[in-house]
């Protein structure tokens, strides 16, 4: 046999290794790289949860682990835990505490993070001390974006409730088949003054124990527009709201629809907040079905019961529960049974006077009524009618 021959068998045994070899490295390499940048991340979100605890928002795990070796990330939160912490209060404001929260991230796509969340959650308002337990067959959310300013994020929840502690009780308070909310960077927003649109969709809501027309299931799809705002870094809550207001920022309703069995809802407008930290506003809304809402707002039971003082605060500032009842009394003295007519035609006379302050229309092919909602300083105007107030964001 030849030399020559004897050299290309050699050459031929080593080229059965070099494939194996190369591999071999690839794969030395790769998981170097993976578990580098494993502790990169656990640095990162260590940064993370400092630069929030400096905005007053405290995040913890009882046990983290990372995992998803070759091809993702898996961050496993166990006993995870928020806090949003007051530097000018003594207590708490607001606590929560989750079972468990599962974090993925792609290697070849680490701006993009989805979260789930395994139910349930508690949360603690530390100045009223009362206590809520959260429950969703499926939680999840994705975040596109980070580590830099994310360009757009959403939550969603499946089938979730929303309990009240009382005792050892659960008071039932909100339920849905379906919750998501979603956020995104308007097209060409700048970073300085980004402008910020929103979706929220409730699919079969409800809320329990405060009123029974809000026990019936509704659908709602809320798109809206916050702009003005100077930054899109963390901070507390009241502070992005006294910013919002020096700003003159404001957030515009695109568009909202309210839908309960026949009566149909919509709405568009601008809001913006009072030198007192109050809405502002006015949205032109559209309603179809009005009349089946009125008698459920129970305004004739509440005449003939006697309406509380607390309600006629809300409805009509200045006027006393006992001088209505006097009022009433003396109406049924004049002219016997006037008053209680009065009392049974409550109803009709509130439907009255909402269709002589709107107009006509037409909503989704159906007869409707269109008329203004102002926002005072917090105080929620039906035309010139008081109907409620909202308590002041900071």
């Excluded at 400092?50 to 961050?75: H, L, M, N």
């Excluded at 806090?83 to 701006?111: E, H, M």
């Excluded at 109803?347 to 002589?356: E, K, L, M, R």
């Excluded at 929620?380 to 002041?392: D, M, R, S, Y």
Aim: a positive charge.
């Amino acid at each position: 046999m030849s030399d020559m021959t004897v050299a290309a068998r050699r050459r031929s045994r080593w080229g059965l290794f070099i494939a194996p070899v190369i591999l071999l490295i690839l794969a030395v390499a790769w998981s170097c790289f993976w578990f580098y940048a494993a502790s990169q991340a656990e640095i990162a979100a260590d940064a993370w949860r400092a630069q929030e605890a400096k905005s007053g928002r405290v995040y913890d795990c009882a046990k983290r682990s990372i995992a998803g070796f070759p091809f993702r990330f898996e961050v496993r939160c166990s006993g995870a835990s928020v806090a949003l912490v007051s530097q000018n209060a003594s207590k708490t404001p607001f606590t929560a505490k989750l079972d468990n929260i599962l974090v993925v991230a792609q290697v070849y796509d680490p701006k993009r993070v989805i979260a789930e969340f395994t139910a349930p959650a508690t949360l603690t308002d530390g100045v009223t001390q009362s206590t809520f337990v959260m429950n969703w067959s499926k939680g999840r959310s994705s975040v596109v974006g980070l580590p830099a300013v994310p360009e757009r994020a959403s939550i969603v929840f499946e089938e979730p409730t929303v309990n009240r502690v009382d005792g050892s009780m659960q008071v039932p308070l909100a339920r849905a088949k379906q919750v998501e909310l979603h956020g995104r960077l308007a097209d060409g927003s700048p970073s300085d003054h980004p402008v910020i649109e929103t979706v929220l969709q409730i699919a079969q809501g409800s809320v329990q124990g405060v009123h029974p027309l809000l026990a019936e299931p509704f659908e709602a799809d809320t798109r809206a527009k916050i702009t003005g705002l100077s930054d899109l870094t963390p901070k507390p809550w009241p502070q992005r709201f006294r910013e919002i207001q020096a700003a003159g920022s404001h957030i515009e309703i695109v568009q909202s629809r309210i839908q309960q069995g026949e009566m149909i809802a919509v709405a568009a407008g601008t809001l913006g907040l009072s030198a007192n930290g109050r809405l502002d506003g006015e949205l032109q809304m559209t309603v179809t079905g009005l009349e089946r809402v009125i008698p459920a707002l129970g305004i004739e039971k509440m005449l003939q019961e006697g309406v509380p003082q607390a309600t006629l605060d809300r409805v009509a500032p200045g006027v006393k529960s006992q001088d209505l009842n006097n009022l009433f009394g003396a109406l049924d003295r004049a002219v016997p049974g006037l008053g209680k007519v009065i009392k049974q035609n409550a109803n009709a006379g509130v439907a009255a006077g909402i269709n002589s302050i709107g107009t006509e229309s037409t909503l989704e092919g159906k007869k409707a009524r269109s008329f203004p909602l102002k926002f005072v300083d917090g105080a929620v105007l039906l035309g010139p009618v008081k109907v409620g107030q909202i308590p002041p964001l900071y």
